[in-house]
């Protein structure tokens, strides 16, 4: 067992990851999915708001961090980059493992925590985490994340923010008395959805900073709205969001861009 496994909250988050691993051995790359990496125009969506922002990544040294089931790894694998993906859920690194081989991409799947990597300084051009930083906080991570670019290198994440009070007390007692028939997504006791003021604090130590935020209606699909309107929800956040900018502190998510 690696030692930082031994940590309490460590050892919580692995046992949550690899019990939310609900499809193990699903190797299937999503093909509309990987067009939206590979030519991100719709910028409704925040996966390809994401991939615009630190597109081309041909040939370039990109860090998974954080990367769960190797999804996004083997996309960026298939756009060209050269892929390095830390996660510290061995259940998940060996899904991504799986859907690597079965797609003849090379990805470099490697155990180890992401508050404290063992890469040397310097050692990527870009960082990419879906779901990763709220895990971790903010202070922690992005220092790591810093130390491992290169000058002028860059990272994007995507996201979940804290809401008002009253929003956040419904989810609480949402993601506890209803998850198997929403199927809503279960929170590890160390979980903290991020607060925009402190992104936008954290962003100012950067040389370039950006918030893209996400997710009003969207928020609520999973109670109000059937599934054939789900992208239809995304397209009308992004229209209320690029016109009403006091909307964005009730965004549930964001995309965050950093350069170095």
Not at 62 to 80: N, P, S, T, V
Not at 118 to 133: E, T
Not at 198 to 217: M, N, Q, S
């Amino acid at each position: 067992m690696d030692d930082y496994a031994t940590d309490p909250h460590i050892r919580k988050e692995i046992d949550h990851a690899n019990a939310e691993l609900r499809r193990p051995g699903n190797t299937v790359i999503n093909q509309r999915i990987f067009e939206g990496y590979e030519s991100p125009k719709e910028l409704w969506h925040w996966r390809q708001r994401a991939a615009s922002l630190i597109t081309p990544v041909a040939g370039k040294r990109l860090l998974d961090y954080g990367c769960g089931q190797g999804e996004e790894a083997a996309y960026f694998a298939r756009l060209g980059a050269i892929v390095t993906a830390i996660d510290i859920s061995p259940v998940e690194l060996q899904v991504g493992q799986d859907r690597a081989n079965a797609n003849g991409l090379s990805i470099d799947f490697r155990s180890m925590n992401c508050e404290h990597t063992d890469f040397p300084d310097a050692s990527f051009d870009i960082v990419h985490g879906s779901g990763i930083l709220h895990h971790i906080g903010l202070d922690q991570s992005l220092c790591e994340v810093w130390r491992l670019l290169v000058n002028g290198g860059v990272a994007v994440f995507l996201e979940p923010l804290q809401s008002d009070p009253v929003t956040e007390g419904l989810k609480t007692i949402l993601s506890r008395r209803l998850p198997s028939f929403l199927r809503l997504t279960s929170l590890t006791s160390g979980e903290e959805d991020l607060r925009l003021s402190d992104i936008e604090k954290a962003g100012r130590l950067w040389r370039e900073f950006a918030v893209f935020p996400y997710h009003l209606t969207y928020r609520a699909r999973k109670l109000f709205l059937p599934p054939q309107l789900w992208e239809h929800s995304l397209r009308l956040d992004h229209w209320i969001l690029s016109r009403l900018p006091a909307a964005r502190r009730l965004a549930g998510a964001a995309v965050i861009f950093l350069r170095k």
